[in-house]
């Protein structure tokens, strides 16, 4: 099913996209460790590949980071696989000595949750939002049978489902790692039991499922409204550095370009489903050019054309 | 109601067919040579045969891949040329890969004036997806589309089920007032019924509980103008959450669009919207 002869222009396509993140594709093979970039002492992110899940990328996606503070670290996001955990793991190492104290899980996605199994192997204990977790356990047995099926099963060995070893429902400081680090929940934004984490030292937000950058964010698991009132509080919070779930490392003006288009996403749908438009036609016709050269546009921004465009209807019905 | 007993049991007798996993259809494969749909031409048609049909006759406007699985668009638009002394009765949509394959027939009244509908609908993975219409005369003619989808990490977040429980059964019969046609109403016009419905098709387990949430969906749909019929659908639960088609209707003269729906726990939903004599 897969046209094996586009490999090595796909790999040389996807070295050229890394080449912007990691400064360089020293090597023939695919990236397979996890190279960390510091923001500020002490902070770090391992930057993820841009595109869907693949067998060249190892569905190794979304951006991971770590907060190093005095007396441990602190995991954001896990990986894809439990190769990639152990690789962010090696990452942490190289970096340094201190122990590993938590993994958190930003958000319900494989690319994030994942790894989790390697850090658990290690003692490490897993947290995430209670709604998270719930659902991760309703719905993840899926989607990692998708991604043994698209990446085959050696990179996904060891992969396996697991519930979370900590829960929480609030906002709240971080223990254990000898440095100010704030886990944020905002109720239901991008997703149910999405986070962001900041080190407060440093001003460095770490946004997962809420912030994506020159990708379109995905509007699958949201609360529309909750998610723009997160984004003035994370704007009200005024971060140094965002690192967005998907996309490089940025200023905090990657907050006014996700609500530019949320905004944008939201007035043109509403606007068809008032019109009394039908959806057979509707991700046509929502075209939006200031957002077309994002990652995924193609993919993402057509399903959440037609998931808003079901939810403002039923909103219609229901009034 | 034979043709809702006949639903029932080409559904029950593909049912098992379906689910047992067969390897899933391939955009390559011969359509015609599908068993899914070989079971369904001897059950449902009888073994009659099925036409390709003519170039306009009949068309089935599907997205080939579509963006989310649980809610497909579709369209299926028939027409015989002018000055032709047959008329569609039927229009039948089979979904080849889902677990019950027959996922709808439709059927237009005197009062339909155009034999188009369009609605939503679950597609469990790559699957021929075909639209087959049936002529006053007994003859059938099909097209057939290949779509790609897949549910995959997409399943959505579950649904505030309290609140999908308070809102079951309401619905919305919508006639855009600016709608083409002619002062007197003798040209089709679009109309739209929503309903408020899980269409649960019992086959979802969450993977939480390891339960299954029951079998709960809209089977039957009835719509008249000044009595008269204008569409009916007889559907399971290939049709998405929420049900909804589109469909016309002729207006000529004011008198009220009237739609009723049953589910399959036998409870009955109605709506109803007057319209004017058109003022233009």
Known sequence: MRPAPHRPLRRAVLCAAVLGFFGGCATAQPVRAASAVALAPGVYVVHGSPGVADENNLGRIGNAGFIVGSSGVVAIDTGTSYAHGEALLAAITRVTELPVRVALVSHTRPEFLFGGAAFRARGIPVRMHRRTAGLMASRCKTCLDVLRQTLGDEPMRGTTMYSADQVFDATHELDGVGRPVRVLHFGHSSGPGDIAVLDVTSGVLFAGGLLDARRIPDIQDSDLAGWKSALQALRALGPRTVVPGHGASSSPQVIDIVERYLAQLETRVRAMVAAGDSLLGAADAAELPDFDAWDQYDTIHRRNVSIAFVRFERDLLFK | ?280
Not at chain 2, 34 to 42: D, G, N, T, Y
Not at chain 2, 252 to 263: F, H, K, Q, T, Y
């Open chain 2, 1 to 280: 109601m034979v043709w809702r007993c006949r639903l029932l049991i080409a559904a029950a007798a593909l049912a098992a067919g379906a689910a047992v996993g067969a390897a899933p259809q391939q955009a390559t494969d011969d359509p015609q040579a599908s068993p899914i749909w070989r079971k369904v031409q001897a059950s449902l048609f009888e073994g009659r045969a099925v036409q390709p049909a003519p170039a306009g006759l009949l068309t089935l406007d599907v997205p080939s891949r579509a963006t989310d699985a649980a809610m497909v668009p579709l369209a299926i638009r028939a027409r015989l040329p002018p000055g032709s002394t047959r008329h569609v009765v039927k229009l039948y949509l089979l979904i080849d890969a889902n677990p019950s394959p027959v996922a709808a027939i439709f059927q237009f009244g005197p009062r339909s004036g155009r034999t188009e509908v369009e609605t939503r609908v679950r597609i469990d993975e790559y699957s021929f997806v075909r639209a087959i219409a049936e002529t006053s005369d007994g003859q059938l003619y099909g097209v057939v589309r290949f779509v790609k989808a897949s549910g995959g990490c997409s399943a959505p977040a579950a649904t505030d089920a309290s609140a999908a429980a308070s809102a079951l059964g309401r619905m919305q019969l919508r006639v855009d007032a600016d709608a083409d046609g002619d002062a007197a109403g003798a040209q089709p016009v679009v109309a739209q019924l929503a309903i408020s419905h899980p269409n649960h098709s019992g086959l979802a387990m969450d993977q939480a509980t390891r339960q299954f949430t029951p079998a709960h969906y809209v089977r039957k749909v009835e719509v008249t103008y000044q009595g008269e019929p204008v569409f009916a659908a007889d559907v399971d639960f290939s049709i998405s959450e929420n049900p909804n088609f589109r469909f016309y209707f002729v207006p000529r003269g004011s008198g009220e669009l009237r739609a009723s729906v049953i589910d399959s726990h036998d409870r009955r939903f109605a709506a109803a919207q007057a319209l004017p004599a058109r003022a233009r």
